[in-house]
């Protein structure tokens, strides 16, 4: 079966008249191909803030309204962006260890939150090679405060982030790929046309959880990373033991 990385779908639903019009305001149809990316990409990363969603299979238009999103709502706007532009892109799907987001999942709830956490990066064709796009996740203000918060450190595996470079990662739009939680990832689903095909088998936080989540624990967690944003970071229980990344080598694997 063909591939298309240039359909619109209910979830990449760009022809709606307000992806087409922030195009249209911004000029990005006009640039380069490779400036066309660096726009889409730089938007996401920082005009949409980090944040927490109600759900991951949110359509494009709903996270742009939100002018918030976590890795996957995130990565489901930088798709339609992409391909309203006419460049090809597809979504890969991941697990990452829980253990990256503590800092911001509160500790009362951290203990029943999933062992795996759904995550996804974009891939972008850009002359001829795919190249991953995971580093738009963090806006430059939560990742400033955590650079300015660990200094000393070079790994860090929580607060949404997942890197062993943590004062020089690789998030820029440089035309190379770009990781800002590849150290938590812990499974590895493949590649799929559209976040449509991956959510279609693939889900999390259903039944009480989900709602608790829907209606409580993600305010609490965008409250969180909204003082975060500003240099309020707390402290975790147990120091740097739970700030280290998964011994994953940069690679994604599967764990029990």
């Known amino acids: 079966m063909p591939h298309d990385y240039l359909t619109k779908t209910p979830l990449l639903n760009y022809r709606d008249p307000s992806i087409q019009a922030l195009i249209t305001k911004r000029g990005w149809a006009r640039l380069p191909n490779a400036d066309r990316i660096g726009a889409a990409y730089n938007f996401v990363r920082n005009e949409i803030l980090f944040g927490y969603n109600s759900e991951d299979a949110l359509p494009a238009t709903r996270v742009l309204a939100d002018g918030y999103g976590q890795c996957n709502t995130k990565c489901t706007l930088l798709m339609a962006l992409l391909r309203a532009l006419d460049i090809p892109c597809r979504f890969h799907g991941f697990t990452i260890d829980k253990g990256l987001q503590r800092g911001v999942v509160p500790e009362l709830v951290y203990p029943i939150a999933p062992r795996k956490i759904l995550h996804s990066w974009v891939e972008v064709k850009h002359e001829g090679t795919w190249l991953e796009l995971e580093g738009f996740i963090?806006?430059?203000?939560?990742?400033?405060?955590?650079?300015?918060?660990?200094?000393?450190?070079t790994s860090l595996c929580a607060y949404g982030a997942g890197t062993d470079s943590l004062q020089k990662p690789k998030v820029e739009w440089t035309g190379e790929s770009t990781y800002i939680q590849k150290t938590g990832i812990n499974r590895d689903f493949g590649v799929f046309d559209s976040p449509d095909a991956f959510y279609a088998n693939h889900r999390q936080l259903s039944g009480l959880r989900g709602l608790l989540y829907r209606l409580v624990i993600r305010h609490w967690m965008n409250r969180r990373v909204a003082r975060m944003r500003k240099g309020h970071i707390l402290v975790i229980p147990g120091g740097d033991a739970n700030l280290v990344p998964a011994d994953t080598g940069g690679q994604a694997r599967e764990v029990t």
């Open 138 to 153: 963090l806006d430059q203000k939560v990742l400033a405060a955590l650079q300015a918060k660990f200094a000393g450190r």
